[in-house]
């Protein structure tokens, strides 16, 4: 029988990962660690919040959005060049879409006055989920 604070770790860990709150994006594991950053930055609501829109692999698709494409095997879909133009300016690629210009200087009345002016998500945010989403290739 395993001492008491070996079962308590190992029962920790277990509902850290049943509940989301570990990592557990299985398509990030191994990945270079800026991947792995734009990861948790892509699944996080306060910074990316990607999964409002998108389902991303290793993630309750109860807990998705479905407004835009499931992001499993997108790194297959588009080369590196397709997915920064998307993530810098959809509607320059995709007229009409409801995809945020993440890279764009945001305007509007909505916009935040701390925001305004500013691209939605800085540079170094948005090169760590391109390749996050480069390394997605099965799905």
Not at 31 to 41: E, I, N, V
Not at 123 to 138: D, K, P, Q, S
Request: aromatic share 4%.
């Amino acid at each position: 029988m395993k001492p008491r604070g070996a079962r308590r770790a190992t029962f920790l860990a277990a509902a850290l990962s049943f509940s989301g709150a570990a990592w557990s994006a299985p398509d990030a594991q191994g990945a270079p660690p800026l991947a792995q950053q734009g990861a948790r930055w892509a699944a996080d609501p306060a910074v990316g919040d990607c999964g409002i829109c998108h389902h991303l692999p290793g993630h309750d698709p109860r807990d998705q959005g479905t407004v835009g494409p499931a992001l499993a095997g997108v790194g297959l879909r588009l080369n590196e060049d397709a997915l920064r133009a998307l993530l810098t300016d959809a509607r320059s690629v995709h007229p009409g879409t409801v995809m945020p210009a993440y890279g764009r200087p945001a305007t509007g009345p909505r916009v935040p006055p701390a925001l305004r002016g500013k691209p939605l998500l800085p540079e170094h945010v948005r090169e760590a989920i391109l390749a996050w989403l480069t390394t997605l290739r099965h799905g």
